[in-house]
């Protein structure tokens, strides 16, 4: 029989496997920690920190992706401080996120967008350099635009290519860090197999589909009537 460990969240005893981490047992429990680099199933990534959780003892709050339960482990998901922390986090993005959702196509679906919603951050309070990249479209599959990137690094986990090799990486320091495809390149037509990994897991428009004949007219009359 496997071994079970107790810990506390939000004031709740539950039970554990000594090898999950602190998101995978507030999922289990059905407590929503919100997160945008998180990837079931793939290593965690700890880039976003939206998943900070307060932990008794600890002197900072800590990634809830990435760090393991413990015995006897006290937590709280949505503390007071926790909640300013990741409303913080959100705003930092959104300053440097460009202002185009109403012609975003994940505009409705938008991971960040939501978040933002759901901690209630409205027009961000800080003012910030934004990034702007020229539109990669010359795939036939797929539109990049990292003018939108949020920096998850999702893609960066889950794209492989037909080698097992991971076709986007991680390249330069602060505000110039980014995303990159091979040595920075633009995403060329045989960028990929068309997996389509990225695109489906992409939060914020980075990465999308390329429309089809008559996609973009049918949309726009539908955000006109809606």
């Not at 635009?145 to 990486?169: N, Y």
């Not at 995303?179 to 992409?202: N, R, T």
């Not at 428009?205 to 809606?226: M, P, S, Y």
Request: glycine share 8%.
């Amino acid at each position: 029989m496997e071994k079970k460990i107790k810990l506390t969240i939000n004031g709740k005893e539950v039970s554990a496997r000594p090898d999950m981490t602190i998101l995978e047992v507030a999922k289990e429990n059905g407590i929503d920690i919100p997160t945008l680099c998180y990837i079931p199933d793939l290593s965690p990534i700890g880039a976003c920190r939206l998943c900070v959780v307060e932990v008794e003892g600890s002197r900072t709050l800590v990634g809830s992706c990435h760090t393991p339960v413990a015995e006897g482990m006290v937590i709280q998901t949505h503390s007071p401080k926790v909640i300013a922390t990741r409303r913080v986090l959100v705003e930092l993005m959104l300053a440097s996120h460009p202002d185009a959702c109403l012609v975003c196509d994940k505009a409705n679906i938008c991971e960040l967008r939501r978040i933002a919603a759901d901690l209630e951050v409205g027009l961000p309070r800080f003012r910030a350099r934004k990034h702007y990249y020229p539109v990669e479209d010359e795939h036939p599959r797929m539109v990049r635009d990292m003018s939108k990137c949020v920096q998850c690094w999702r893609c960066v986990i889950a794209c492989k290519g037909e080698s097992g090799t991971p076709l986007f990486g991680t390249a330069y320091r602060g505000f110039d860090s980014k995303v990159i495809y091979g040595f920075d390149q633009p995403l060329g037509s045989q960028a990929c197999d068309d997996c389509d990994a990225c695109v489906e897991i992409c939060p914020s428009g980075a990465i999308r589909k390329v429309r089809k004949a008559g996609e973009e007219r049918a949309n726009k009359a539908l955000f006109i009537k809606g």
